[in-house]
């Protein structure tokens, strides 16, 4: 992020801490090569002073931190950091290493995210990955990235909407996540509102946790070697969280309401059966699932 690059999923208070950091390391990039004294100290030391909090017995990284504030703050307190010996350019990435540090810091001192039921089969399967499974998602191809040839309509449908973006960005996570890809930039069609930054914080998450859910179904009805039988009991919790969370959104979203239809006629009662039928079937509704609720490709050439 302080490169300028987006990394999906990501926290947005880091997000917004990056953001800052880089622009005040870009804003002041042209002074410091004019040998300048380094602007507004202050600031500096307000970023610095988060690295103060006392600890019992601080760790290698916090005396590291230590030691770099200390040589840093020597520098501004002689009132030139440039005009002390340093080139320009030495000085520019010694600050832009000590902003990653904080950066890091405040990253590493963040409590982990709990690991939903999701997450922890997502673990489970991918320990059972196989070159077969890669070729297999290679060669797969989601609505918006290629539909068929036969596709009919008069004109140009509306643009998706959220929730069908939010269950297309779960589809291309989950399948990503699946070839052993954490850092995944979504196409601009399947980008969350301008004003979040995950699919995650706002109120389309279920749709987005649902196309998750249904790429590591459909895969685990092909691909099954090994898995536990407790698997299946696993997915058939989370879908039972999954459908609690549409009937709640039912009675006043249209979108749920198709979900809903999908997830009873379509889904659960081959998902009752597994493991030892319905694998097939389920397969099929799966593919038909996302499909059905994928948003289309803007690209999309329409005949008559």
């Not at 019992?56 to 040589?71: A, C, D, G, H, I």
């Not at 991918?126 to 797969?140: I, L, P, S």
């Not at 290629?146 to 973006?165: I, R, Y």
């Amino acid at each position: 992020m302080l490169a300028g690059q987006s990394v999906a999923n990501a926290d947005p208070k880091t997000v917004r801490d990056a953001q800052i950091c880089r622009g005040a390391l870009l804003a002041h990039a042209n002074k410091l090569k004019n040998d300048a004294e380094i602007p507004y100290p202050h600031i500096l030391e307000n970023v610095l002073s988060r690295l103060e909090t006392p600890k019992p017995e601080p760790t290698v990284r916090e005396n590291w931190f230590q030691k770099l504030r200390s040589m840093f703050t020597k520098r501004i307190s002689n009132g030139n950091f440039i005009n002390s010996g340093w080139s320009w350019h030495v000085g520019w990435a010694f600050a832009a290493v000590l902003v990653l540090a904080v950066s890091l810091t405040f990253v590493f001192m963040q409590p982990p995210a709990p690991e939903s039921p999701l997450d922890k089969s997502y673990q489970a399967f991918y320990a059972q990955k196989t070159g077969e499974m890669e070729n297999k998602w290679r060669d797969f191809q989601f609505r918006w990235e290629g539909e068929a040839d036969n596709v009919f309509a008069f004109g140009p449908t509306a643009q998706p909407s959220p929730a069908a973006k939010a269950f297309g960005a779960g589809l291309l996570i989950g399948r990503e996540a699946l070839l052993g890809k954490s850092e995944i930039a979504l196409p601009t069609l399947l980008l969350p509102p301008a004003a979040e930054e995950s699919w995650l914080k706002t109120e389309w998450k279920p749709y987005f946790e649902l196309g998750r859910w249904t790429v590591l179904l459909w895969t685990a009805s092909q691909f099954r070697r090994n898995l536990p039988l407790t698997f299946w009991d696993e997915q058939r919790e989370i879908f039972s969280q999954l459908k609690a969370a549409f009937v709640a959104r039912s009675e006043t979203d249209n979108d749920a309401k198709k979900v809903l239809s999908q997830l009873e006629n379509k889904i659960e009662p081959h998902l009752a059966k597994l493991p030892t039928d319905g694998k097939r079937a389920l397969r099929i509704n799966l593919k038909k699932m996302m499909f059905f609720l994928a948003p289309r490709s803007p690209n999309l050439e329409y005949k008559l």
